[in-house]
């Protein structure tokens, strides 16, 4: 009996020394693969000219944004183009838009290939790099922006950064148009970072005085998410937009993902249509300006 439980001791400890190596292995192979920025990191995409590591891009002589008063957005996480039909889709939903925020970019050949081909002006947030591609949030728009800077925040947990971009867009009102692009922190118990995350977006708007918006993946899926969204925002005299058919995604308990948050323009219609191209269905609103 003793010779049984010497030989069984002997064999978990092997059992454990292999999970340590194992675990180890995959750590350093995780880490070799895988590179954090220090700080966010924007890259500005035109037809062929990039450039790269950028924390604000400036751009006084930038053009107006709208078209004759009409503002068509499109917001969307878009599950860094896993989806086979994901290129179609985007070329769909952004058709007639002046601006789309996109969320979980994956800045692939490919893609970079749709943004010149398409002819769109791109800001994007290097969050992190996989295998060296860059993947975070994404502007596009039709003009280039007056200004775009890069935020990002780590999750507590997976130590991921998620990203977000504050821009400004010269209207053709002469008024400028703030934006926030986010997709909010996911993996974290209680509201701290979520909280710092928003906050420091948010603070950027205190001084604003003119047309905002205020979109993304916001993970809201707890009630204290939801609550503290509402707070921060509703400070800034920012709206709700809502939506009709609304099939934005939803957390199991029933609480919208993905939200679009306005003032200082007139919404004119929301639509949140169904996709496969995604594991988040798009957000279509259209604004219009009053001269």
């Known amino acids: 009996m003793k010779w049984l439980i010497q030989f069984l001791r002997s064999r978990v400890v092997a059992l454990i020394a292999f999970f340590v190596v194992l675990f180890t292995f995959i750590t350093i192979s995780y880490w070799q693969v895988l590179s954090l920025p220090i ?14 590591a950028l924390h604000c891009y400036r751009n006084e002589k930038a053009k107006p944004l709208d078209k004759n008063g009409k503002l068509d957005l499109l917001v969307w996480n878009i599950y ?27 800045m692939t050949n490919e893609f970079k290939d749709y943004i010149s081909k398409a002819n769109w002006y791109a800001s994007h947030v290097d969050a992190f790099k996989l295998f060296d591609v860059s993947s975070g949030v994404l502007n596009l728009s ?38 926030v692009n986010l997709h909010s922190v996911n993996f974290a118990y209680g509201t701290l970072a979520y909280n710092r995350q928003i906050s420091a977006l948010a603070a950027e708007l205190t001084t604003h005085e003119g047309p ?19 707070e921060q925002l509703s400070k800034l005299g ?50 219009s300006i009053t001269f």
């Open 212 to 230: 905002v918006i205020f979109a993304g993946d916001l993970n809201t899926w707890s009630a204290a998410r939801v609550e503290l969204i509402k």
């Open 39 to 52: 700080s966010g990191q924007l890259s500005l995409i035109k037809g062929d000219i990039q450039s790269d």
């Open 142 to 179: 039709m003009r280039a922006p007056m200004l775009a800077c890069a935020y990002i925040e780590a999750e507590p947990w997976l130590q991921l950064p998620k990203s977000g971009i504050f821009a400004r867009y010269k209207l053709s009102d002469g008024k400028v148009l703030a934006v």
């Open 238 to 287: 920012l709206r709700k937009v809502e939506f009709s058919p609304d099939n934005r995604t939803r957390f199991v308990n029933g609480l919208a993902l993905d939200h679009v948050y306005y003032r200082g323009l007139t919404l004119v219609k929301a639509s949140s249509p169904v996709t496969d191209a995604s594991d988040h269905n798009p957000m279509l609103v259209s604004f």
């Open 80 to 106: 860094k183009q896993t989806n086979v039909n994901w290129q179609g889709k985007l070329m769909q939903y952004s058709s007639n838009t002046e601006l789309a925020l996109l969320q979980e970019v994956s």
